[in-house]
């Protein structure tokens, strides 16, 4: 087959159209599966947020084993030595970051999954404590 006759059966890449759609929120939280086959939770940083996070490698993450209508984020260049509390922070493409957990079985585990899945969210700056967070909306008004 020539190459002008493989030209015709694989056309030219064309710019996919996405008909408008704009991501306008900063975080989104969904489910993935860790390397042991349990659910873990991805938190993705666009926008705003991915802004905030460019210059940081590593994030640490608050419980949810208190019942909390926040979930609060502490950014870091450099691991705080053999923490496990600091999670990487992967890129997935120039726009987007990215970092997992997998909470702990139980009360955690059940307040992801009913209170935070699936859900985005505008990243807010708490100047108090000096964290960004995000904040349950449905939650904090009932």
């Known amino acids: 087959m ?5 030209t015709k059966i694989f056309p030219p890449d064309t710019p996919v159209d996405r008909g408008g759609l704009k991501r306008n929120y900063d975080v989104k939280i969904t489910i993935n599966k860790n390397g042991y086959g349990r659910d873990c939770m991805r938190f993705a940083f666009l926008n ?10 590593y994030i640490r ?11 609060y984020f502490l ?3 450099e691991k705080d030595g053999k923490s496990r509390a600091f999670k990487r922070l992967h890129r997935k493409s120039e726009h987007v970051r990215y ?3 997998t909470p702990d ?6 307040r992801y999954r009913t209170e935070w899945l699936n859900h985005t969210y505008s990243i807010k700056y ?7 967070y995000i904040e349950n909306e449905k939650e904090a008004k009932s």
């Open 105 to 110: 079985p139980g009360i955690e585990e059940k």
């Open 48 to 57: 705003k947020a991915h802004e905030i996070v460019e210059d940081f490698n």
């Open 61 to 71: 993450v608050s419980s949810l084993a208190i019942k909390c209508d926040r979930i």
């Open 75 to 77: 950014f870091s260049k």
């Open 2 to 6: 020539s190459p002008e006759e493989l």
């Open 99 to 101: 970092f997992t957990i």
């Open 126 to 132: 708490d100047g108090e404590c000096g964290c960004y």
